[in-house]
């Protein structure tokens, strides 16, 4: 068993990097807190970064998960081997790269790019956010695979995964920590990444931002809106190359005492996204880079 401590980052590639950078800092509200050749780093909380812009071809590179340290991550190369994965250790310039100690990259079996790191680069000091959105921290991540329950199973057999809740066969919520989802799998027919998620410190910085992000001419994807599955309240907008971010604040803890059964939610009904039954579509998918281009990419 594969033990995850926390989500690390996200690689996205961009064929603009300053319309990229631009959106993330004076729109989402992100700190540009370095620049290495054709990479930019992005950071929202104690993380160097948890998002990296690499010049090149536009869609998701990889979603980065943290490990406990190298121990962990040579037992987790052994499993994932085991279980039919492509294991690729990550080398000293790469972990530079990413501000990490050691990583380990592999595809599961829809083909997104996942890394597992270890010594992620932690930075204290406070942060000079691009607009004040009231970002609090870097919450969760969510991919895409052809059939949720199948991901579901994959990633409950190797890694310290569990179900939270199902939203039919469209969606599977997944923690491994109280929050009551850090992982999420969408139905979607191509490998990518769905949506990157920023808490926010109160309901009032998601419908203030409501209204400046309409005032800006950002497209509103969903919201804003209620999750009942995870009581979130939420906003999700697009950027630019299709990659969808969002904001949600209030969201549910499921403690390790507590007598928790997964529900399932169907999603034909009105209020099976959005609690306020508010209209709702998918967010878009960054899709995945192809596996050859992103080896190409630092």
């Known amino acids: 068993m594969i033990m995850i401590d ?8 961009t ?3 300053e319309t990229a950078v ?3 800092v004076d729109v989402v509200g992100l700190e540009e807190i370095a620049r290495e050749g054709g990479t930019a780093y992005l950071r929202a909380d104690h993380r160097h970064h948890c998002l990296a812009f690499v010049e090149g071809a ?5 979603s ?4 406990r340290d190298e121990a962990v991550l040579a037992a987790a190369e052994i499993e994932l081997e085991h279980a ?14 990413r501000r990490v100690s050691d990583y380990l990259a592999f595809d599961d079996p829809w083909g997104n790019r996942i890394e597992l790191v270890c010594g992620q680069t932690q930075v204290h000091r406070p942060l000079r956010f691009g607009r004040a959105a009231g970002i609090v921290e870097f919450g969760h ?3 895409d695979a052809p059939d949720v329950r199948e991901a579901y199973a994959f990633w409950s057999a190797h890694f310290n995964i569990t179900i939270s809740d199902w939203i039919g066969d469209a969606a599977a919520l997944m923690r491994f920590d109280p929050v009551h989802h850090k992982l999420a799998v969408f139905k979607g027919v191509r490998p990518g990444l769905c949506h990157m998620n920023f808490q926010v410190e109160s309901i009032d910085d998601v419908m203030r931002s409501w209204h400046v992000l309409e005032r800006m001419g950002v497209e509103i994807e969903m919201g804003p809106g209620r999750h009942p599955q995870s009581t979130a309240v939420f906003l999700y907008f697009k950027g630019p190359e299709g990659l969808t971010y969002e904001y949600s604040w209030g969201v549910r803890r499921i403690e390790p005492d507590e007598d928790w059964r997964p529900r399932t939610f169907d999603p034909a009904e009105p209020d099976a996204i959005d609690l306020w039954a508010g209209p709702t579509q998918k967010p878009s998918t960054q899709f995945q880079v192809a596996a050859t281009q992103a080896r190409t990419a630092r």
């Open 15 to 17: 064929a603009d990097l």
């Open 58 to 62: 536009a869609g998701v590179l990889a």
């Open 6 to 13: 926390d989500i690390a980052y996200v690689r996205s590639g």
């Open 84 to 97: 039919g994965c492509r294991v690729e250790r990550g080398d000293a310039d790469g972990a530079r790269h």
């Open 141 to 143: 991540l969510c991919v």
């Open 64 to 67: 980065g998960f943290v490990v």
């Open 22 to 24: 631009r959106f993330a």
